[in-house]
């Protein structure tokens, strides 16, 4: 029964934390869905057009924060309860998310981006340690490919959420800022996630599935302060594999960060290409465009992960 039950709890564990990421990139999207409505004066409640400038510096924004903030709650992360860290993020990107969709000018809408990047980083760089933590080497890597497929599926629902929301508020009640409904979907589920993470999230002893709780809990304890701050980093700086695999992550984060945030925008400039006489809507070339990133990425995730199972079993054989 405590076997069944230690089982159970694992894996509520991972499917909170899934569901916390799939919003994670839900949220982070849902401002491409709608940026073409979010530029047009007439539409976005501010007055004036937002132009192709501004609308990137929000996602930039955005990551700027989220870069600047990752490594102090890592630091965080590793001295403290991590469930309530996260609680505590979310509620964060949650608020802000909300209150970016009361903006009345631009430069709101950019301050409020910055504090869901805030919330997003104190999520992201703790979650996957959880996970690491409850499970096996042997069993992590299908465990952290379920968590880290809800990347492209959020990414994808993202850009319908924004679109199809925004055209239904829209077409129901003639609002003109309709966009702003597409932002308040996320933080709803995200207060939900908060009650979810703080009631039924394990909390697992760090480095307990590697068989080095106590090890972990000495040195951890036995550090604080900016000297072990600064001693991390130096740590992380003279590991190469965490150098070059860090330099590649970005490079591919700089490339589809940029499709993600423009692609669905240039689909809708294009879509004057006419077909029997009939123009593609906005919310019909966001949605298909979502849709086939989504399926695209998905097939990539699966066969990275079974090439990377092949080399890992290889790599242990010594071939």
Request: aromatic letters at 12%.
């Amino acid at each position: 029964m405590a076997c069944h039950k230690k089982f159970c709890i694992k894996y509520a564990t991972v499917a909170i934390l899934t569901f916390i990421n799939l919003l994670n990139y839900i949220d982070r999207v849902t401002l491409a869905g709608i940026l073409t409505q979010l530029q047009n004066s007439a539409q976005n409640g501010f007055g004036t057009p937002v132009t192709d400038t501004e609308g990137g510096l929000l996602q930039t924004a955005f990551i700027v924060s989220y870069m600047l903030l990752s490594p102090l709650f890592g630091y965080l992360g590793d001295r403290y309860t991590r469930k309530y860290i996260i609680a505590v993020g979310i509620t964060l990107w949650s608020c802000f998310t909300l209150v970016g969709s009361f903006s009345v000018n631009y430069r709101m809408l950019l301050a409020t981006r910055c504090f869901v990047g805030v919330g997003e980083a104190s999520y992201a760089t703790i979650a996957p340690t959880i996970i690491a933590d409850l499970f096996l080497p042997a069993e992590r890597l299908a465990v952290l490919t379920v968590f880290y497929i809800a990347i492209p599926l959020g990414s994808a629902l993202g850009y319908i959420i924004g679109s199809e929301v925004a055209a239904l508020v829209q077409q129901l009640f003639k609002v003109s800022a309709s966009w702003r409904w597409a932002l308040r979907v996320t933080p709803v589920c995200g207060i939900i996630s908060v009650l979810l993470v703080v009631i039924f999230v394990s909390e697992p002893p760090r480095g307990d599935s590697e068989g080095n709780f106590k090890a972990a809990k000495s040195s951890v304890k036995g550090k604080s302060g900016i000297r072990a701050y600064m001693e991390d980093i130096s740590y992380c700086l003279t590991n190469k594999t965490f150098i070059f695999s860090t330099l590649g992550f970005s490079a591919v984060t700089f490339s589809t960060g940029a499709l993600a945030q423009w692609a669905p925008t240039f689909v809708v400039r294009i879509s004057t290409i006419v077909k029997s006489g009939h123009q593609y809507s906005q919310q019909t070339c966001v949605c298909v465009w979502g849709w086939m990133g989504d399926v695209c990425v998905h097939a990539c995730v699966c066969m990275c992960e079974h090439v990377c199972v092949h080399v890992c079993v290889q790599w242990n054989k010594g071939e």
